[in-house]
């Protein structure tokens, strides 16, 4: 069965560093989405993408983060400059549309 | 934002015991999903639910979609050790992007 890919599982970097988390969504999927669990919480929304713009973005997802698709396969999210309370466990998500979203694994950002 | 009210918060029960969750919300959602979280891992699909007033199966699981749209229950039946995890409500509106809001979980651990 296809999957949502997460890569890499876990990163740690020092307090405002950039980073780039990477997602590579089900192949036939046209709708994108990041979440975001700080550990010991629920799941919060964070952005969704589609047709190669947002549509929408919660309140979390301020001007030190964004997405792109930058080829056929990829989305990503970038911080800009990271901040202690950007540690939590960020999922990817894909869906076809009024169709249930499909998430990858996460990967664990730890900022030091 | 809206809110989901997720309860219990955690249950311990018996191998062979039914279980009982549910979730409400002050507003209507379009869609309610259940997903289940293992530990390190991403929620994965359990139940999809698109009508108000639908009763749906898969497996030993049942969910359904409260009459009003602002609420849900799922109920697993004759539980094994197996299902011991946590379990998220997520409503949906598709006029909001799509996004999924959760629910806060229910912590299920099955005592063999």
């Known amino acids: 069965e296809p999957e949502v890919t997460q890569t890499p599982s876990h990163q740690v970097t020092q307090m405002g560093q950039e980073v780039i988390l990477r997602c590579v969504p089900i192949s036939n999927h046209l709708y994108f989405y990041w979440y975001r669990q700080i550990l010991g919480q629920k799941v919060e929304f964070l952005v969704s993408f589609y047709n190669n713009e947002i549509s929408e973005k919660s309140e979390i997802f301020d001007d030190q983060f964004s997405v792109e698709r930058p080829d056929g396969s990829n989305f990503t999210l970038k911080i800009r400059s990271t901040k202690l309370e950007d540690s939590a466990m960020y999922f990817c998500?894909?869906?076809?549309?009024?169709?249930?979203?499909?998430f990858g694994d996460g990967t664990r950002l730890s900022i030091l | 934002g809206q809110q989901l009210n997720q309860s219990p918060q955690s249950m311990f029960i018996q191998e062979g015991e039914d279980v009982s969750m549910n979730c409400t919300s002050s507003s209507i959602f379009n869609t309610w999903l259940w997903y289940k979280q293992d530990p390190g891992e991403g929620p994965v699909l359990l139940i999809a639910l698109y009508k108000a007033g639908e009763l749906t199966s898969n497996g030993r699981l049942t969910a359904q979609f409260g009459i009003t749209r602002k609420d849900s229950f799922l109920n697993i039946s004759a539980s094994i050790p197996s299902d011991v995890g946590i379990y998220f409500c997520a409503g949906q509106n598709n006029n909001a992007g799509n996004m999924l809001t959760f629910g806060g979980g229910t912590r299920l651990m099955v005592k063999p």
């Open positions: 998500a894909s869906d076809r549309g009024l169709w249930p979203q499909h």
